[in-house]
């Protein structure tokens, strides 16, 4: 596919979770936003109804990059659960029972996303929707309590750089690169995370990828692999 320009902003919050699908009882939280996340924040963007845009995006209509603009922190909040399905006001359900749940969140996080959409509609839609910083519905960081702010910063053509011997500002697949270890820097916090990619109308993840990430933000180091020079930044897409 051919990206001929890409939209570029920030994301921030006081707080995150992007919760790895594998923890029930104790939930705990990627490092940055899954894919399926970002699809949900755009869509809350651009005022895409809940369940409406599984199959408008795509492998082969959206793409993301990713870039982590504040080192990853991490914080553990206990909430207490309580069953709402008794009531909708605190009233008719102040004798249930609540659980309390130790949460991981990631603390005042910190992104830049990369968004290329084969759509022109909906890219056009984003694209005013950044620009006039606003949004339908409420955009946030994984849940709806953690409410996220956002920034455009630019519309870039992005430039190829095939197969050079580079560096990169983003998380990559680990799958599609190669790492160069010998230069792998004192005080670099690596981490690899399989996270869930698209889902189907029915909300089933369709696909899971391994990603490596530097946590403190610093540019990875890479002998091989397909990097676009966006901006200032290397990207490589998700």
Not at 31 to 55: K, V
Not at 69 to 83: G, T, Y
Not at 221 to 235: A, T
Request: net charge negative; charged share 25%; with cysteine.
């Amino acid at each position: 596919m051919e990206m001929d320009k890409v939209l570029v902003f920030d994301i921030w919050g006081d707080y995150g979770h992007f919760r790895k699908i594998e923890t029930t009882t104790s939930p705990l939280t990627y490092s940055i936003p899954t894919i399926t996340s970002l699809n949900g924040l755009i869509a809350a963007i651009m005022g895409l109804q809940r369940d409406s845009y599984y199959e408008l995006f795509s492998p082969q209509t959206i793409r993301y990059g990713i870039k982590i603009q504040a080192p990853v922190k991490r914080i553990n909040i206990n909430i207490n659960l309580i069953n709402t399905s008794d009531g909708f006001f605190l009233w008719d359900i102040k004798d249930t029972s609540s659980s309390p749940t130790p949460f991981e969140f990631l603390k005042s996080p910190h992104y830049r996303i990369y968004v290329w959409l084969g759509n022109e509609d909906l890219y056009l839609k984003l694209k005013d929707s950044l620009i006039s910083h606003k949004s339908v519905f409420t955009p946030c960081l994984g849940l709806s309590e953690l409410i996220a702010n956002f920034r455009f910063i630019g519309e870039f053509k992005p430039e190829i750089r095939e197969g050079v011997e580079d560096h990169v500002d983003t998380a990559i697949k680990k799958d599609d690169f190669k790492i160069e270890v010998d230069k792998i820097e004192a005080g670099m916090r690596l981490a690899m995370e399989s996270i869930p990619f698209y889902m189907d109308s029915n909300r089933r993840v369709l696909d899971y990828k391994r990603v490596l990430l530097e946590q403190n933000g610093r540019p990875l180091k890479v002998e091989e692999g397909i990097i676009y020079k966006v901006g200032e930044d290397k990207v490589a897409f998700l």
